[in-house]
Nanobody, 124 residues
């Protein structure tokens, strides 16, 4: 079992930055790749970013490349999402998730543990 708790969301203005954190507890965090997903209002959940179990490989959806950075600290069992130059279209509930594999993946079906989500609202 892995429990995930996100924090760091909030209301910001366009162009601002936020850093989301996802604290994990339970077994095997450091052996799992991790991902961030988001669900905009009235839309389906979508992939945002993923990181391999060692943290040396990352992958992003095109819309956040160059603005968002995913990272992890296995000593602290925490994964982060640094979000810069935020836009109104980044408004969503953000979820972190733990995959059942080492290598990063964009497929939500590979993630078997999910956090409760944290709201990010960007006003224009």
């Amino acid at each position: 079992q892995v429990q995930l708790v996100e924090s760091g969301g909030g209301l910001v203005q366009a162009g601002d930055s936020l850093r989301l954190s996802c604290a994990a507890s339970g077994r095997d965090f450091s052996s799992r790749s991790m991902g961030w997903f988001r669900q905009p209002p009235g839309k389906e959940r979508e992939f945002v970013a993923a990181i391999s179990w060692t943290g040396d490989v990352t992958y992003y959806v095109d819309s956040v490349k160059g603005r968002f950075t995913i990272s992890r600290d296995n000593a602290k069992d925490t994964v982060y999402l640094q979000m810069n130059s935020l836009k109104s279209e980044d408004t969503a509930v953000y979820y972190c998730a733990a995959a059942n594999q080492y290598r990063y993946t964009v497929d939500s079906r590979a993630y078997d543990y999910w956090g409760q989500g944290t709201q990010v609202t960007v006003s224009s």
